[in-house]
């Protein structure tokens, strides 16, 4: 009988110390999945972050895209300025010949 019991016993400890070693794999396979879970988090912030540049690139490109359309009806404007002054400037010389030449017809009608 007494054989029996340490037998038992021997299994007992045996299954014991099986217990135990699965209780470290399994502490193992948890201190494993919250690692990986930090990992994950770190992610997440990091797309986080990339999402928060990507969204104040996107709006400084719209931005600048704002910017170059107001830069180019202002150039628009500017040109239609510079060809209502040359317009102006044709005009007066127009005038200006035609004032020279009507002080010439009577500077020529007054000699004859």
């Known amino acids: 009988m ?3 019991l340490n037998e038992i016993l021997v299994k007992l400890l045996s ?3 099986k217990v135990s070693d699965l209780d470290n794999k399994v502490s193992n396979l948890d ?6 879970d930090n990992k994950v988090s770190v992610l997440d912030n990091k797309v986080s972050e990339l999402d928060n540049k990507f969204f104040n690139l996107d709006n400084k490109v719209t931005n600048l895209e704002v ?39 009577m500077m020529h009608k007054q000699k004859h």
């Open 2 to 4: 007494e054989k029996v």
């Open 15 to 17: 299954i014991d110390n």
């Open 67 to 105: 910017g170059q359309q107001q830069i180019v009806s202002r150039l628009d404007t500017l040109e239609t300025d510079v060809n209502e002054i040359r317009d102006t400037v044709n005009r007066i010389e127009v005038s200006q010949n035609d004032d020279v030449i009507a002080s010439l017809k």
């Open 31 to 36: 201190n494993k999945v919250s690692n990986l």
